[in-house]
């Protein structure tokens, strides 16, 4: 157990809706990393926040955004769904000390 | 950007024998160069890693040398076990992890016993 939780751990939705991600990092841990995975594309970096603030973002399309909340825990939004986004979406956090990502289990996003 | 490569896709090794992954990275800047193992349904499960300052490191049956000049990383696994089997990522970092991480494409490893 990495530490980091993430919900929910299933998610099926038509085309067209918009799906809320929940990340809570490790216990000390200021930076939250979204991934995304899919067969074609593999693993992704989406963004990256420390602290509150958005610190950089990767190949994250307009229709998704997200946020991380004083309590440290982030929240990916991914609105106008298509088919194509169907794929599993990872949390990472670490600490600024080591640097080492600790990954969460995972939300598999299915959209229909 | 980052590039990183990884070789090979696919590799199954008798139970009890070595594995060796081996991946490149073109960005020079890269500093961190961490390995995944990633289980069916779970998240990527950080096994070990290595700092550009450093040419080995070892942690009892895993270990991972760096070549900076060549831009190449590998990760080898001795005395394979049934439950080494699964998919294993490396991936390249700058600012020592503290940025996003870029990842090879990576390798399924099938121990036989």
């Known amino acids: 157990d990495s530490g980091v939780t993430q919900t929910p751990k299933h998610l099926i939705t038509a085309t067209g809706q918009r799906v809320t991600l929940r990340c809570s990092p490790r216990s000390g841990d200021l930076s939250v990393y979204w991934y995304q995975q899919s067969l074609d594309q593999g693993l992704q970096f989406l963004i990256q926040?420390?602290?509150?603030?958005?610190?950089a973002k990767g190949n994250i399309l307009e229709r998704f955004s997200a946020q991380q909340f004083p309590d440290l825990h982030s929240e990916l939004n991914l609105s106008s769904l298509e088919l194509g986004d169907s794929a599993l979406y990872f949390c990472?956090?670490?600490?600024?000390?080591?640097?080492?990502?600790?990954f969460g289990p995972g939300t598999r996003l299915t959209v229909t | 950007g980052e590039n990183v490569e990884q070789h090979p896709s696919t590799l199954s090794v008798q139970e009890g024998d070595s594995a060796v992954i081996k991946c490149t990275y073109s960005d020079s800047a890269s500093n961190y160069f961490p390995w995944y193992k990633q289980e069916l349904g779970k998240g990527p499960q950080l096994i070990i890693d290595i700092r550009s300052n450093v040419g080995e490191k070892k942690d009892q049956r895993i270990a991972v040398t760096l070549n900076k000049t060549a831009k190449h990383f590998s990760l080898h696994i001795t005395e394979t076990q049934p439950e080494d089997s699964a998919v294993y990522f490396c991936?390249?970092?700058?600012?020592?992890?503290?940025?996003?991480?870029?990842f090879g494409t990576g390798t399924r490893l099938t121990i036989i016993p």
């Open positions: 990472a956090s670490s600490a600024l000390a080591t640097g080492e990502q600790y």
């Open positions: 991936a390249a970092s700058s600012n020592f992890g503290n940025e996003k991480l870029t």
């Open positions: 926040y420390y602290n509150g603030e958005e610190r």
